[in-house]
């Protein structure tokens, strides 16, 4: 059984900081590309970041980009982000993915086969 537990989650001020992590299991980790996305009320999931298996491809949304860092753990079955200099507008429920094969861009949802319960982000003005 395949499980994505997603934790960092909580709320700060703009400007903070915050570093998600998602630990995986029941899965070969290390052949899983992995991502985070996330989710405001009332607005389409957007992907944020990607990453290759053996963190050295990296891919960021314009959103995000110079203020989000993906990285991964292999030995530990873990991802994470972190968030700097952070907006109001990143306020959003935080999910990660995993996927096997992904034939478009990695911060696409198409080929991710599993899926965290997600992590409230709240960012205060």
């Known amino acids: 059984q395949v499980e994505l537990v997603e934790s960092g989650g909580g709320a700060v001020q703009a400007g903070g900081s915050l570093r998600l992590s998602c630990k995986a299991s029941?899965?070969?980790?290390?052949?899983?590309?992995m991502a985070w996305f996330r989710q405001a009320p009332g607005k389409e999931r957007e992907g944020l970041a990607g990453?290759?298996?053996?963190?050295?491809?990296?891919v960021y949304a314009d959103s995000v980009k110079g203020r989000f860092t993906i990285s991964r753990d292999n030995a530990k079955n873990t991802v994470y982000l972190q968030m700097n200099s952070l907006k109001p507008e990143d306020t959003a429920v935080y999910y990660c993915?995993?996927?096997?094969?992904?034939?478009?861009?990695?911060?696409?949802?198409?080929?991710?086969?599993?899926w965290g319960q997600g992590t409230q982000v709240a960012v205060s003005s």
């Open positions: 993915a995993a996927g096997r094969y992904i034939t478009k861009s990695l911060i696409e949802a198409d080929g991710y086969d599993y």
């Open positions: 029941g899965l070969d980790f290390d052949n899983y590309l």
């Open positions: 990453i290759s298996w053996s963190n050295d491809i990296a």
